[in-house]
């Protein structure tokens, strides 16, 4: 077995949590489970039999969505739509980070804004368009990207692994709680630079932070309807976007063309060390807010394709630098400007635009920062539905509000990202302090990328020296984006820090918890009780507790079950039922695997179902055991269960189901030490937060009842009490 656990000892600790139940019975449509054939989930019968464990890709058992998605004119819309929201965004508060780093307007020349707008081109080309696009997007799983993927692929080259996944996964949801609140107060804070709003709004930071709110509130709030119907105004909107970034930036460089020298990479690394680059090298920090959205090409992979990725990016990429020199144009013919020194927060990206334009800007700016916010809130959804699948976080509560793939709603998740926001709002009041905040979670992403990349470079596409050239690079390259962002902890770098360190340690605690579930799992074999099950099927001065008895459990071994699920049937008050099942959920490597196996014992009434599925595939049980049943009843392998009574004219010949689950619970009097008890306390603390079983698989409308079991058998020795009579006292 490829746990360690234990087999037939009955005076052994419990076995793992079974507490895994399936989303609710919504329609499956033509979705349809492949069985994995005898000889392939089993070998040979008897006493040897090993672990359930099927090739990655069963043949015909694929999920019927795994395909490669086609390049196309409508999947490339899609694409710049669902993409590029954050990295789009990126000119609407980048160069206005440089010059309030540099000291303002008065301070600008022409070798600040060459050796700044070469650093943001060329920091732009190396993360994102060499790592990212030219590397990243190779390493898929399946068609799918982003760092979970990333790990599944390598994690079996060492368990030390995990951390990277978790500390960089930790970091991208950290960046999904500020990217809202940065983006959309950049947008609204661009309505002071027309006269009107101005006048209306004023100079008081506080009716910003209002507006923001509103807008905040208004975006979390609709989640819950799926973003199927606004997705598809995503592509036109962001298409137009770029189109304008790019068309405002040419026209702008007219003014001062020189700007153009800041293609050639020399002048950034000579302003770096520059005497005259007064930020040092904490100007990094503010270049590296362009790629902020590089992460979003790798994780997004699997929804539009990596094929649609290539063809968009360079037009994007296009887009984005001419912004950037546009606003370094308008920047050379406004320097020393002393009209503009007055501006508090001068944003050259607003101030650019003429004046009849500036409305229509502000407003497109404002349904850009709102799209980038949306796909970081589905980013989201996506990674913590992944993290569960790989048993990195708890099980969640998930709604699936459209068909469109990767729609998904996860209400606790949508929720703390809403509290999140709103607390990241009024605490640094203005975009200008958030940016500090923002950059640093995401250097730490990329850092951790690229260690996984190595590996999967070294160990899987087993390259000799690049892998080596690779990661010294990017490691040294985002060491220094890294240090430099580091520099603003206490300007707001500490939320970002503590933030993720928050969401890491939520996993940490899981995985360690988890850990010691499985090191007290006992296991019992099923053979040794086939007798008691099957006079207790027939023992009829019990009543019948259902027809169809479920048990869900995390044994992937066939012939063996957890003690706890034989005990719950036998000797806390015996189970009677016409047919038992066992049903383990097995999350594959590949993300699209959709296939399942019976082992019946040679009876019929015991069956331990398999389920294989993919870390993308949604864990709706109670649908596939649907099929299952109707299966086995087709081919005989289940007999007729007789129902008298129905609202049906014709009765069905399946009868009713019952889920059993059972919740592990730590007694006071658990003899265990303090650091098991530690990390199996702060499991259950999660647990309890994440909230009930029921309620993370959406079984509220189905028959469930749950038992609580202690995790630890073994407590601590206490002294006997001494019998006195009633009338005496001690």
């Known amino acids: 077995m490829n746990q360690k656990t234990k087999v037939e000892q009955p005076e052994s600790e419990h076995p793992a949590e079974t507490d895994g139940v399936a989303a609710p019975p919504s329609s499956t449509g033509s979705i349809s489970l492949k069985r994995v054939k005898k000889a392939e989930q089993t070998g040979k019968r008897g006493r040897g039999r090993k672990t359930v464990r099927p090739p990655k890709t069963i043949e015909g058992a694929a999920h019927p969505k795994a395909h490669t998605i086609p390049v196309s004119l409508g999947a490339m819309l899609v694409t710049i739509g669902v993409v590029y929201g954050d990295i789009g965004t990126s000119p609407m508060y980048v160069t206005k980070a440089l010059l309030a780093g540099n000291g303002g307007i008065m301070s600008v020349t022409e070798e600040f804004v060459l050796g700044a707008l070469s650093l943001v081109i060329w920091t732009v080309t190396l993360l994102t368009t060499i790592k990212y696009v030219l590397v990243s997007l190779k390493a898929d799983n399946s068609g799918e990207g982003g760092i979970f993927a990333l790990y599944s692929i390598v994690r079996r080259f060492g368990k030390w692994l995990i951390i990277p996944a978790m500390l960089g996964g930790s970091a991208l949801l950290a960046d999904g709680v500020l990217t809202p609140a940065v983006t959309i107060t950049t947008a609204v804070e661009g309505l002071r630079t027309i006269p009107e709003m101005h006048a209306l709004i004023g100079d008081n930071q506080t009716n910003v932070v209002i507006i923001t709110l509103a807008i905040v509130c208004i975006l979390f709030a609709v989640q819950r309807a799926g973003t199927s119907k606004i997705g598809r105004a995503f592509g036109p909107v962001m298409t137009f976007w770029f189109l304008f970034l790019g068309g405002v930036g040419l026209i702008s460089m007219f003014a001062a063309p020189q700007v153009l020298l800041a293609i050639n990479p020399i002048y950034g690394i000579q302003f770096l060390f520059s005497p005259n680059n007064h930020a040092g090298i904490m100007i990094l920090g503010s270049c590296f807010l362009a790629t902020t959205g590089a992460e979003a090409l790798y994780s997004d992979m699997g929804h539009v394709g990596k094929g649609n990725i290539y063809a968009t990016w360079p037009f994007v990429k296009v887009c984005l630098i001419l912004s950037y020199l546009g606003q370094g144009a308008w920047l050379l013919a406004n320097q020393g400007n002393s009209s503009l020194a007055g501006i508090e927060d001068l944003n050259p990206f607003f101030q650019m635009l003429p004046d009849m334009m500036r409305p229509f800007g502000v407003v497109l700016s404002a349904l850009a920062a709102i799209i980038a916010s949306q796909a970081l809130i589905t980013g989201a959804f996506s990674l913590v539905s992944e993290a569960s699948r790989l048993d990195l976080m708890p099980h969640l509560q998930v709604f699936y509000p459209a068909e469109t793939k990767g729609q998904l709603y996860i209400p606790l998740v949508n929720k703390v990202m809403w509290v999140g926001c709103i607390v990241v709002v009024l605490l640094f009041q203005s975009s200008a302090h958030m940016e500090a905040a923002y950059g640093l979670a995401i250097t730490i992403t990329m850092l951790c990328t690229t260690v996984l990349l190595f590996i999967y470079l070294h160990s899987v596409r087993k390259l000799k020296f690049f892998p080596f050239v690779f990661v010294v690079f990017f490691v040294m390259l985002e ?88 005990f719950s049937i036998f000797d806390k008050h015996p189970k009677r039922a016409r047919a038992w099942w066992f049903v383990n959920v097995e999350v594959m490597d590949d993300p699209y695997t959709f296939a399942y196996s019976v082992e019946n014992f040679d009876t019929d009434y015991i069956f331990r179902v398999h389920l294989f599925l993919g870390y993308k595939v949604n864990q709706r049980v109670n649908a596939y055991l649907r099929q299952i049943v109707q299966d086995l009843s087709a081919s005989g392998e289940l007999p007729p269960q007789r129902r008298d009574y129905s609202v049906y004219k014709r009765p069905g010949n399946i009868g009713s189901f019952q889920f059993c689950m059972l919740r592990k619970t730590l007694a006071p009097e658990s003899d265990i030490d303090s650091r ?39 407590f601590k020795s206490f002294d006997k009490l001494t019998r006195i009579a009633p009338d005496e006292r001690p």
């Open 479 to 566: 060491g220094f984006f890294f240090g430099s962002s580091l520099t603003k902890f206490f300007h707001g770098g500490y939320f970002t820090i503590l933030l993720a360190a928050l969401i890491m340690s939520i996993m940490l605690c899981w995985y360690a918890g988890t850990a010691v579930e499985r090191r007290q799992a006992t296991l019992l074999p099923v053979r040794s009780y086939l007798d008691q099950l099957a006079r207790l099927r027939d023992d009829q001065t019990y009543d019948l507790v259902a027809d169809n008895l479920v048990y869900l459990t995390n044994g992937t071994n066939t012939d063996y079950l957890d003690r706890d699920i034989l």
């Open 676 to 714: 098991e008890r530690t990390a199996i306390s702060l499991k259950y603390a999660i647990r309890g937060f994440a909230g009930s079983p029921a309620q993370w698989f959406g079984l509220e409308n189905s028959s469930v009842f749950v038992e609580y079991v202690p995790l630890f058998t073994k």
